[in-house]
């Protein structure tokens, strides 16, 4: 059974804490989202998280860390100026930082899927903080959920996913903060990489390290040979996706209008994913908005918690129309978790045109 601990209880999250420390599974709140924490130092405990969620064991997790210190037996030292001035910007924050593992780090390999590698963060939401602080160890953590499933934001979307799977959650109500994951930055090679997008942009991390920063794609064949071993979460495998195909559509509302007409004259059930001003003007079977026009931190942190309703009766649908977003600050976030949630980007072609497979569903053509 899974245990509920009560975040705004000092005894509660301290009996978390060692519940961490002694190698059970415990959820937790940070600003992102709610992340599943084991013991970073217990292989045995670090395994239980890849069988509780699905996850497969060579997509790496994220150290969470309570202190500028505990650094010191984790990765290489002097860390670089650029890493310094990154953490004195950034710490505690949405930003994980891939740094070159120390020779006798006690990260379980389990972690870093036998890379050299592990990516770091501390988190600022402060009942994560107190956690972290409590347990006196370094936690291994991803989003709190089935694997490819919408993240977490709340702490009734984690029972929803693992209940009787993990041995508790400190509940911390809903996540009302950034509401997608971490940036992952890569800062172990000899060039500054954005391996994940978040909340943390590449234009931020010029801005403080006066170094060029590209953003990982993982099409191109250049980088077939990093996808085999990714070296950080969020890179390789199909995310976010609730239960019903995405229809990615790049566009206002006559571009919304046409694609569920579309869909509708097939017979689909259709829903509508979009900012809440589209939603009277629309006519899917289902709307669930997500932000405000013209505020992408709005989108963001309501992203997951749209797409999961799709989930729940009577709110099912055969086909959801997700309105995509500009790529600019946040942006570049909210799109690569849309990506990765319709599997194969953006749907340019009509329905009547999309081919099926042999179960009978159309399934889209990148663009």
């Known amino acids: 059974m899974t245990r509920i601990w009560e975040g705004d209880k000092e005894l509660d999250v301290y009996e978390a804490a060692q519940a961490l420390k002694s190698g059970k599974l415990v959820a937790f709140p940070t600003e ?8 970073a130092l217990d292989e045995q405990a670090v395994l239980r998280v890849f069988e509780a969620k699905g996850r497969p064991q060579d997509n790496p997790l994220i150290v969470h860390i309570a ?33 070159k593992l120390k020779e006798s780090s006690p990260i379980a390999q389990a972690v870093t899927g036998g890379q050299n590698t592990v990516a770091i963060r501390m988190p600022s939401h402060p009942i994560a903080l107190a956690l972290l602080s409590a347990a006196k160890v370094p936690v291994a953590a991803p989003s709190a959920n089935t694997s490819g499933k919408p993240s977490p ?47 943390v942009t590449a ?7 006066k170094m060029p920063v590209v953003i990982f794609s993982s099409e191109g064949n250049n980088q077939k040979e990093e996808m085999k071993i990714p070296r950080a979460p969020g890179m390789k495998y ?22 569920i007409s579309e869909w509708k004259r097939q017979g689909k059930r259709v829903g509508l994913l979009a900012v809440k001003e589209l939603g009277q003007h629309t006519q899917a079977d289902v709307f669930i908005s997500c932000g405000q026009q013209n505020c992408l931190e709005s989108y963001a942190r309501e992203l997951y918690r749209a797409l999961r309703a799709f989930d729940d009766d009577p709110l099912t ?39 099926v497979n042999n179960d009978g569903e159309t399934r889209s053509q990148p663009l």
């Open 32 to 39: 992102t989202v709610y992340g599943l924490g084991a013991n």
């Open 238 to 259: 199909r995310h976010y996706a609730p239960k019903a195909p995405i229809d990615l559509v790049n566009g206002g509302l006559e571009q919304l209008q046409l694609r």
């Open 317 to 355: 649908v055969d086909i959801i129309v997700v309105q995509a977003v500009e790529e600019t600050g946040i942006g570049v976030a909210i799109m690569n978790r849309l990506r990765k949630a319709a599997s194969t980007g953006f749907y340019m072609l009509t329905p009547s045109e999309l081919p």
């Open 203 to 209: 234009e931020q991390v010029e801005a403080v390290t």
């Open 67 to 99: 202190a500028y210190k505990d650094l010191d037996d984790l990765v290489q030292k002097p860390l670089p100026p650029f890493v310094q001035l990154l953490i004195e910007k950034f710490w505690p924050g949405p930003l994980s930082l891939v740094l």
């Open 153 to 199: 934001t709340h702490c009734l979307h984690v029972l929803s996913d693992l209940q009787g799977k993990i041995d508790g959650i400190v509940d911390g109500g809903e996540t009302c903060g950034i509401g997608l994951e971490s940036t992952v930055l890569d800062c172990s090679g000899e060039r500054l990489s954005i391996l994940r997008p978040g909340a």
